[in-house]
């Protein structure tokens, strides 16, 4: 698998800018800009577009300007129009199962109860690479999932998305540079250790 197109999942309009729902927009945002790219508006797909490099080979950026549940189709024409298999595609996008600063990638599974990942799937199909960004756990639990996800993250957790900003937009590099396996290999088994030293008791943690 070699991405050659980055999707980032998210809602548009200023009323959406901070919710947990687009923190896909988020990091591609950072990308983008640390790239020194600009995007722009394009109209016949949807979405907002830009063309740039990552190591060395040329990759196309998109955020659908659809709303998540839709994100699919814009997605699928965008892939149809530049001629990208599913498979040279890499989605990005919020993920409740995770904690909020850790990321993981995958290649196949269900939308998780992610309507833009389920669009996605609708439209594309399966095998497009997944890069998740974790905006959990639910709290409190019993909270709305809608309300949680359309929701804005706490101070607290802005404040580690600042701190933990560089690193999962070094892993989306990590991606796009290395393949999928060497992607999963890193980025989950930090992942794994990260969500392991949060369930620590406190006295536990080392310091």
Known sequence: ????????????????????????????????????????????????????????????????????????????????????????????????????????????????GHNGVASVLSHLGNGFARYRLGIGPKQPAEMDLKDFVLGSFSLEHRTLLEQKLDPLVAGLVLLLEEGTERAMNQLNRRAQNESDQTQLPRDLHPR
């Open 1 to 112: 698998m070699s991405i050659q197109l980055v999707a980032g999942l998210g809602n548009p309009g200023r009323d959406y800018e901070h919710t947990r729902h687009n923190l896909g927009w988020v990091v591609v945002d950072a990308l983008v800009r640390r790239r020194g790219l600009a995007w722009k508006r394009e109209p016949r797909f949807d979405a907002e577009y830009v063309r740039g490099e990552v190591g060395g080979r040329p990759i196309h950026f998109t955020k659908p300007l659809s709303f998540m549940n839709d994100s699919g189709r814009p997605l699928q024409q965008l892939a149809s129009f530049y001629k990208v298999p599913v498979t040279d595609i890499a989605v990005v996008y919020d993920d409740l199962t995770l904690p909020v600063g850790t990321c993981k990638v995958s290649v196949s599974g269900s939308a998780g």
